[in-house]
């Protein structure tokens, strides 16, 4: 039998999440570059979303279920994870690199004496070796680097590696019920936060600095981004002043992001600022003061008032949609 | 109780990366260390849960390097830590040897609760805490936003997308900071004095072979200057058109 790369999906009250289909592309691409057999593996207990698995080309998806790890538990994942690659003997684990999977990834990593590499923006072959090129100083340069394990864990950035449909087979799905998980550490309750999105999530992110003048003009940012289906986002001096909440912070401080779309308003491009947004896909910049470094990083810019612009721009953008 | 804080020495975020001539790491000629800034709520909290306990509590700080992390070791101390362990290493390790070598001196120290940062921002993996805990078997709460310690039993919460989840757990436990869970204090001149007394034990690293290799390391692409479409609200429908058309994100 060939050897396994299992996809460790991520599943949310209830639904696999989009990074799931990410890591399970990225792992099917891998497999049949290295002639491997890519497999998933999700936790959880009632998943309603299972079946979409098999638009992406996944032949099998184990479910480990229990009615109690519907919630996250760092110690019962983990085991039930580790024992789990044990037993189909899996070479290569693929995670997102999300909440759960920065949490997860090294403790399982440690269970299974594997190489780490976290945060992958790119995984090719070379020379039968997985290579990943993964960003260090938040961005301010890459690495490429190779695992010398038996068995080694990638974990992919979300919103990189775009899931792949692919017209095959069913996938087969099967239960297999998870017994007297350890529940040494577990999540009681989720406090959810009122922001729509957030911003590690977004595939579009509107931002807004010391510019936007104060905490009463955010409407304005809430406003495009809604419209625009994306999150909202802000520079640490904001979070410092308490404008905005500290999870809001892009940067080197704050949260590291790759969305396809991102506009900075009346945000400088402060390095640890730009370190955090400046491999998104496009980079929007509106910035009253033309010299603002902001612009050397974005594709478009409108060296105007926020204030003017920001309106404007989102009665544009409504106007398209409708 | 006996806690210990890992803390690294990272460049100053404010430094522009140069890659050395070694393609593998980073340059170091004029780069200035700072304390991880991730580090400093770890020690933050590591203090006032000692604080809260009272008795006879010690905070270790422990760092994996070269003498020059002496001095911000130095600064954690001036902070108020009692004691400080470097455990030295000229060779550089991967986040497993790292925590492989933290691991070890948290359990010949004895403690019980451990704080880390939750990511260094040089290499940035944000893993240490939890290879900690599990080369331990300690319990683990990373990218901790609030902390509670009662007798043994831990209630933190963590910050996920869209929210934070609270997590309940119980001692022996590895505790990953995030930004949120305190206001790290400054040193105060009474503290920077008394740090000079203090002591920096010195012990070698434990040796581990590395699983990771780093073939290459260089500077991302540099973005070509993008174009300024104007400077009021006419340049708006123009700047519509090209996400839709040339960009294709809208
Ligand atoms: C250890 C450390 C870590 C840090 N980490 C981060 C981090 O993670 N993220 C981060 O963002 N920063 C971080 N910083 C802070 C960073 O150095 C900057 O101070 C910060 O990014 C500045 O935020 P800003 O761009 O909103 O404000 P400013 O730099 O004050 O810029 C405001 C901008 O708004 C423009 N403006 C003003 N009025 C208008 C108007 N009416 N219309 C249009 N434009 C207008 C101005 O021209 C100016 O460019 C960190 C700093 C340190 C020391």
Known sequence: ?322 | MKIAVCISQVPDTATRIKIGSDHKSIDPNGVTYIINPYDEFAIEEALKTKEKIGGDSIVYVISVGDDSVKETLRKALAMGADEAVLLKSSSAKDSIGIAKALAEEIKSLGCELVFCGKQSVDYDSGITGQLIAEMLDYNCVSVVVDFKLEGNKITAEREIEGGREVVETELPAVITAQKGLNEPRYASLKGIMAAKKKIIAEKPAVDSSSFTEILDMHLPPSKQPGRILGTDKSAVPELVRLLREEAKVI
């Open chain 1, 1 to 322: 039998m060939a050897d396994k790369i299992l996809a460790v999906l991520e599943q949310r009250e209830g639904s696999l999440k989009k990074v799931s289909f990410e890591a399970a592309s990225v792992a099917l691409n891998l497999a049949n570059q290295l002639g491997m057999q890519a497999e998933a593996v999700v936790v959880g207990n009632d998943i309603n979303n299972l079946n979409e698995i098999s638009k992406y080309g996944i032949s099998k998806l184990t479910h480990l279920k229990h009615e109690l790890l519907s919630n996250y538990s760092p110690s019962a994942y983990s085991d039930t994870l580790a024992s789990f690659a044990k037993e189909t003997d899996a070479q290569i684990l693929i995670f997102p690199n999300t909440a759960m999977g920065v949490d997860l990834a090294p403790r399982i990593a440690v269970k299974l004496n594997a190489g780490i590499v976290m945060d992958c923006m790119k995984l090719e072959i070379i020379d039968k070796d997985v290579i990943a090129t993964r960003p260090v100083y938040a961005g301010k340069a890459l690495i490429e680097v190779k695992l010398n394990s038996q068995t080694k864990i990638f974990t992919v950035r979300p919103n990189v590696f775009k899931p792949q449909l692919v017209n095959s087979a069913s996938t087969q799905v099967e239960v297999k019920q998870v017994e007297n998980p350890n529940l040494k550490t577990r999540v009681t309750a989720f406090k959810k936060s009122e922001g729509k999105l957030d911003v590690a999530e977004a595939d579009i992110i509107v931002s807004g600095g010391r510019g936007m003048k104060g905490p009463e003009n955010f409407h304005l940012i809430e406003e495009l981004a809604e419209v625009l289906g994306g999150a909202v986002g802000a520079s640490r001096a904001v979070v410092d002043a308490g404008w905005r909440p500290h999870r809001e912070q892009v940067g080197q401080t704050g949260k590291t992001v790759s969305p396809s779309l991102y506009i900075a308003c009346g945000i400088s491009g402060a390095i640890q600022h730009l370190a955090g947004m400046s491999s998104s896909k496009y980079i929007v910049a509106i910035n009253k003061d033309k010299d603002a470094p902001i612009f050397n990083v974005a594709d478009y810019g409108i060296a105007g008032d926020v204030f003017e612009i920001l309106p404007a721009l989102t009665e544009e953008i409504r106007k398209i949609k409708s």
